[in-house]
């Protein structure tokens, strides 16, 4: 068993703690938490389980990180504070773990990650002998290891499309929402995920990604955006209101140009409500959202993943996913050893021993 810890309990970090102790390779070793109302509090209720795990938050990093734990899932967001991510993430390297995380967009892509995120991380493995792997949904499984795997499938390929089609009020962090995305401010207010060169940073190593494992080189990365204001006001049943000719839907593409031409596409279109915007693309299935990737060529291959969880909520549904993709690869990463890994090296594998088993049944049966 390998001694895991879980560092943030929010929308990721929810998920993270019921996927390590369902893993049967692994055990919770311990969580972390910034909240003072959660220290002291047992995992399983912070993740929403039914029963309690026997494990109780701390807010003490120091002491978790000098148990040595052998693994460790950091959950905390790094959309507003990367630098303080970084900090933390190399620390635990440091401390000889082996990390998995969403939370450090240009470590995605570790070829072409900057210098100032990629050396502290290499030094730390150095000194500590920990690993860390970075990936999630979009960017994530959704923009690399599906697509090329769908890929696969063709005869010639002329384009491959990634799509994430959503409706962000499923999404549990409404400050996001509106300020980071800009849903419900006027439209002259500049939202700093739609700020130029921002989609590529947190996209194009997933672009990169791609072009490598293609066998093709990238001429350069393109951004597209569209913005949409409401026709009329709404009310939503999460986020309550958002105000007749705010912003109400936003559509952009971080492209990766090959010979002039765009080949390799992500491609996010975000919604509060379905009025807005009506003639982009919709989830195929109808709901609230959806991951679809198309590999343009012959043959033409769409393939569409809409996940739910948290009581058929489909963000969270995409946040289990993304904490799958993590926590499913700790125990590859122990075996690997010391490193600094992208999802070209982390094999996604079989859910092996755990099909309609549980827990106790996969460590005792």
């Known amino acids: 068993m390998i001694p895991t810890v879980v560092w943030g309990t929010g929308n990721v970090g929810r998920a993270a703690v019921r996927a390590v102790e369902a893993h049967p390779a692994l055990t919770l070793a311990a ?19 039914e029963s309690a795990l026997g494990v109780l938050a701390t807010d003490d990093v120091e002491a978790v990180l000098a148990a040595g734990p ?31 995380t969403p939370a450090l967009y240009p470590l995605y892509d570790r070829r072409g990650a900057p210098p100032e995120f990629r050396d502290p991380v290499l030094a730390a493995v150095a000194e500590g002998g920990g690993s860390l792997f970075v990936s999630g949904v979009d960017p994530g499984w959704g923009n690399d290891v599906l697509p090329l795997l769908i890929s696969g499938l063709g005869t010639t390929i002329d384009a491959i499309r990634c799509q994430e089609i959503f409706d962000y009020t499923t999404y549990d962090q409404e400050s996001s929402v509106r300020d980071l995305i800009g849903m419900g401010h006027p439209m002259e207010y ?21 072009a490598r494992a293609l066998g093709v080189e990238l001429d350069g990365i393109r951004e597209t955006l569209d913005r949409r204001p409401l026709d009329a006001t709404v009310r939503t049943r999460t986020m309550g209101e958002f105000a007749a000719g705010t912003q109400g839907a936003v559509r952009f593409e971080v492209q990766g140009i090959v010979g002039g031409e765009p080949r390799i596409v992500v491609e996010h279109i975000t919604r509060i409500h379905p009025s807005c915007a009506p003639d982009w ?26 996940a739910t969880d948290e009581d058929e909520n489909r963000s969270a549904g995409g946040n289990a996913t993304a904490v799958g993709r993590l926590v499913n690869a700790i125990d590859w990463l122990v075996d690997a050893g010391p490193g600094l890994y992208d999802a070209l090296d982390v094999p996604l594998r079989p859910a092996a021993g755990r099909l309609g088993r ?8």
């Open 31 to 49: 969580v972390l938490v910034h909240s003072p109302a959660k220290v002291g509090r047992d995992a399983g209720e912070l993740a929403g389980m």
């Open 70 to 100: 052998r693994a460790l899932v950091y959950a905390a967001s790094g959309d507003l504070r990367p630098d303080e991510a970084l900090d933390d993430v190399v620390k635990a390297v440091r401390a000889g773990a082996a990390v998995v």
């Open 190 to 210: 500049e939202p700093l995920m739609l700020a130029p060169s921002v989609p590529t940073m947190v996209w194009g190593g997933q672009l990169r990604l791609m």
């Open 281 to 306: 693309p919709s989830p195929p299935g109808g709901g609230d959202g959806a991951h679809r990737v198309i590999v343009e060529g012959r043959p033409r291959i769409e393939v569409t993943v809409e």
């Open 358 to 365: 549980t827990r106790k049944e996969v460590t005792h049966g």
